[in-house]
């Protein structure tokens, strides 16, 4: 008899584990539930935001020489640049349904600023303005996350898959769908459109001391609930909005390894298959837009990091037919203090992000001429030359005319660039864009 007591323990212990998990993870059956009304929603989409709390840094030695590699991005200002975000939306016309972001909303996966962002982000919420966040691959144990006190690094508490789903709860109360495998989730925009929340992240199921997974892979799992959700969407005559941390499609012929999610060939599948007409990612910081290289296949907005210069974001406008995206960058100084309107970066904020970047961009290019046989003023043309090209990719003002790129080929400073092989390499492959404009698009959705 020992041994049936045995077996039926185990049997018992598989049973409360089943149960726990479905458990920690509720499935909702809320398929008339949607966020509004309107036939004509606007939301909001930015990633990237790499937001640290004040309160895990004293802006002393540690910190800025996080600051000084941080490739330009501005890690100082991020509460400023928040709250005036927050400011746009309560003061925008209409006012959006819902405020999206696509990952790496923290810094380096604090939970301190994960909470911090989240109560920064709140007065948006009492207003009835829904904030759906999805996770990036420095937000979920992170290995790397820190507090940056005189000259120390110290260790601080990673975010788990838990704590995301409690700090940014907006999202997962008003879920249609969660999926057990992931943070993935659906929600019902309105009775046209379902958004479906990705998480492509590859990340331990403990805190890690290592730093974070750059690659993305939506598990099997993840998948067939994928499959799942954009059938109850077609069914219920719903067209589905993805939303992930990874991209697509390859934006940068040289820059895409760990970016591209690794199994796209099979989601680029099945999002055709399902006629689903856009997706909006992160993750390489540069503002891109880009069709598919088959027929039916979605275009992918990648929304340039909120931290980097212009601070931008993606205004969206629905019909039951049609997508409007138009790119805006953030403006500061309604929010700013008196005191704070003293200060020359956040005064001219725009010119700040833009100094902070080209500076990343020009420190690049003289890593790359360092040592070649060049005049002062050859190397100083080759060094400003490729800031500006970068910044130019970065912000996706890289729509130009065949005319316009022959003029770029012309400056001093191309010739002095193009010399070096990786730098010729790199150049061709940010110089012109000749797919979709990168900063307005309109997009049937059926």
């Known amino acids: 008899m020992k041994w049936l007591v045995k077996i039926g323990g185990a049997l018992l212990a598989l049973v409360l584990l089943a149960w726990g998990l479905t458990a920690a993870?509720?499935?909702?059956t809320q398929a008339a539930k949607t966020l509004t009304n309107s036939r004509t929603p606007t939301f909001w989409v930015l990633s990237d935001d790499h937001f640290i709390a004040p309160a895990l840094h004293d802006n002393r030695t540690a910190f800025r020489e996080i600051q000084q590699s941080a490739a330009g991005k501005d890690l100082k200002y991020q509460p400023v640049a928040i709250r005036a975000l927050v400011h746009e939306a309560?003061?925008?016309?209409?006012r959006p349904t819902a405020v999206i972001l696509t990952g790496d909303v923290t810094l380096n996966g604090a939970k301190a600023s994960a909470e911090s962002l989240a109560k920064r982000l709140s007065p948006l919420q009492k207003a009835g303005i829904h904030v759906l966040v999805i996770p990036g691959n420095h937000d979920i144990y992170d290995g790397w996350a820190r507090k940056y006190q005189g000259k120390q690094q110290l260790k601080v508490e990673q975010i788990s898959p838990t704590d995301w789903r409690n700090i940014?709860?907006?999202?997962?109360r008003n879920e249609t769908s969660e999926d057990a495998d992931s943070l993935s989730y659906t929600v019902n925009l309105n009775r046209d459109y379902q958004l479906i929340m990705l998480d492509s992240n590859i990340y331990t199921v403990q805190p890690s001391n290592r730093n974070p997974n750059t690659g993305g892979e939506l598990k099997p799992a993840t998948m067939s609930w994928l499959r799942s959700r954009l059938a109850a969407g077609q069914k219920a005559g719903r067209t589905s909005l993805v939303f992930m941390h990874h991209n697509l499609y390859s934006h940068n012929a040289m820059v895409n390894h760990g970016y591209v999610l690794n199994n796209a060939p099979a989601l680029r599948k099945l999002l055709t298959t399902y006629h689903v007409p856009v997706v909006f990612s992160g993750h390489i910081h540069a503002q891109d837009i880009k069709s598919g290289s088959q027929p039916g296949e979605p275009v992918e907005i990648v929304n340039g990091a909120f931290s980097i210069s212009p601070g931008g974001y993606g205004v969206v406008q629905l019909t039951p037919t049609k997508l409007t995206y138009d790119r805006k960058a953030v403006n500061v100084l309604p929010v700013l203090s008196a005191k704070q309107r003293q200060n020359p970066d956040l005064r001219h904020y725009q010119s700040y992000l833009k100094r902070l970047f080209l500076q990343n961009g020009e420190a690049l290019a003289l890593n790359s001429l360092y040592g070649k046989k060049l005049s002062p003023q050859e190397q100083a043309a080759g060094v400003k030359f490729l800031g500006q090209l970068n910044w130019r990719f970065f912000t996706g003002q890289d729509s130009l005319s065949?005319?316009?790129?022959?003029?770029?080929?012309?400056?001093?400073?191309?010739?002095?660039?193009?010399?070096?092989?990786?730098?010729?390499?790199?150049m061709q492959s940010i110089m012109q864009d000749k797919d979709r404009n990168d900063l307005h698009q309109v997009i049937p959705t059926k």
């Open 25 to 28: 993870v509720p499935q909702r």
């Open 168 to 172: 940014f709860s907006d999202g997962y």
């Open 402 to 426: 065949n005319a316009q790129a022959a003029r770029l080929r012309e400056q001093p400073g191309y010739q002095v660039d193009n010399q070096l092989p990786s730098l010729h390499r790199y």
């Open 90 to 94: 309560l003061t925008a016309t209409p």
